[in-house]
């Protein structure tokens, strides 16, 4: 990562600070951060800056100029990322640029199709902070999950895909036989085929630190990034669920020990996988009623984890190699709600589990309830939230988009 040009003042407790790092990073935006309540000096230069007001997130760029408490849209625009369209109609619209959506943009193009992406955060979704895949195939030596995000991104560029960034999609219509896009900047853009490609998000434990560490010592992905940390002496694992203990079994063959830290009194995982935590040999340490209060680090990198019992308020520290939260992911589908078919988690239905609907009968594979709407990846329901499968399901779905575009 590059020099930081980008100074963002603010503390632990802002709200709209820790968005604000959050858009930067997702952005892969280098920036350094102050916390005004440890540093005096800087807490001055805010003051001086506001004309007296102790305003925060105030984010000085390389120039001096500076933004207090800018929207995800000013950042973007003082970032000169593109946020509207060149046109009102394409052939095919993509919400959502992880790794499912720039391939289909990819494809699509490719074969004529005039095609807009449209991406709220950072390109490459959660791949993009990964720490490394080193399980995609042809990169022998692994490869970061930026440089791949940025590899994609490039490769969807050079086939002519318009690319929007920093866009939230707000909901979706039907008019004159086109699927309307409407977005949370007052734009709509039409087009004949629209891929849902908006990705899960992981729940997050919303405590100190915890957002400054993702990627450098917090993970969310056991298979993605568990082997950077074989040899490691402790690993932590967040939740109690069937992902978490499952996640946490898997860990132990890269730590000697991983350590869970539930907030229930009791597993809620599969019976199997409890029994194999619950095992004489097992390597799997489980710590029940705990609360985490915080992440701390050192040198850019996660070395504290502070926590505490419910039922009492003595804080205890515990120092892993790393810190995996599973407690749940969230998919992205809130702008299509009563719009298209869902399971009861949010995870959009398509092709062979609308078996049950009469309009499936028709449905092309990766298509929606409604025609002409299509899902891929992690958003869709059945998917298996890997980088490799989302790539997969990006290009069939936009060999199943060819079709129905052919067939219009």
């Not at 050079?158 to 979706?172: P, T």
């Not at 085929?193 to 993970?219: F, K, N, Q």
């Not at 002496?233 to 939740?239: D, L, W």
């Not at 990846?377 to 998917?383: C, E, I, K, Q």
Request: proline content about 3%; glycine content about 10%.
């Amino acid at each position: 990562m590059s020099e930081s040009k980008i100074t963002v003042y603010g503390a632990y407790w802002c709200p709209d600070c820790r968005r604000a790092k959050k858009f930067l990073s997702e952005q892969f935006v280098p920036f350094n951060w102050i916390d005004i309540e440890q540093d005096k000096e800087a807490e001055q230069y805010v003051l001086q800056k506001n004309n007296g007001k102790r305003i925060i997130p105030t984010i000085v760029f390389e120039d001096d100029s500076f933004l207090v408490e800018p929207s995800n849209a000013e950042l973007a625009k003082k970032l000169g990322l593109k946020t509207e369209a060149k046109k009102t109609y394409y052939d095919l619209i993509i919400i959502g640029g992880g790794p499912a959506g720039l391939t289909a943009a990819i494809y699509a193009a490719r074969e004529g199709a005039d095609t807009l992406l449209i991406e709220r955060s950072g390109l490459g979704g959660q791949a993009g902070i990964t720490v490394g895949l080193d399980n995609f195939p042809g990169f022998p030596e692994g490869i970061s999950g930026q440089e791949f995000s940025e590899r994609v991104a490039q490769q969807a560029r050079r086939f002519n895909v318009e690319i929007l960034q920093a866009v939230d999609v707000e909901k979706l219509e039907a008019e004159n036989g086109y699927h309307e896009v409407y977005t949370s900047d007052g734009k709509h853009y039409h087009s004949s085929a629209l891929l849902i490609a908006t990705g899960a998000s992981y729940r997050r434990l919303d405590v100190p630190g915890e957002e400054d560490y993702i990627g450098a010592g917090i993970h969310f992905c056991a298979t993605c990034d568990g082997p950077f940390y074989k040899g490691a002496k402790e690993i932590v694992v967040v939740g109690g669920g069937n992902s978490a203990v499952e996640e946490g079994l898997h860990l132990t063959n890269f730590a000697e020990k991983v350590t869970l830290l539930v907030r229930g009194d009791k597993l809620t995982a599969s019976q199997i996988a409890i029994d194999k935590v619950n095992q004489p040999d097992s390597k799997v340490e489980v710590k029940y009623n705990v609360i985490v209060d915080a992440f701390e680090g050192q040198d850019s990198k996660l070395k504290t984890i502070k926590y505490h019992y419910k039922d009492s308020d003595k804080q205890e520290e515990i120092h892993p190699a790393a810190a995996f939260i599973f407690i749940g992911q969230t998919p992205n589908t809130e702008f299509l709600k009563n719009y298209v078919d869902m399971d009861k988690y949010g995870f959009v239905l398509t092709g062979h589990d609308l078996t049950h609907k009469e309009e499936a009968k028709q449905a092309l594979p990766f298509e929606t309830n409604i025609p002409g709407i299509f899902a891929a990846g992690d958003v869709r329901h059945s998917s298996t939230k890997q980088v490799a499968s989302a790539v997969g399901e990006g290009a069939a779905a936009s060999i199943s988009i060819r079709e129905f575009l052919r067939a219009k």
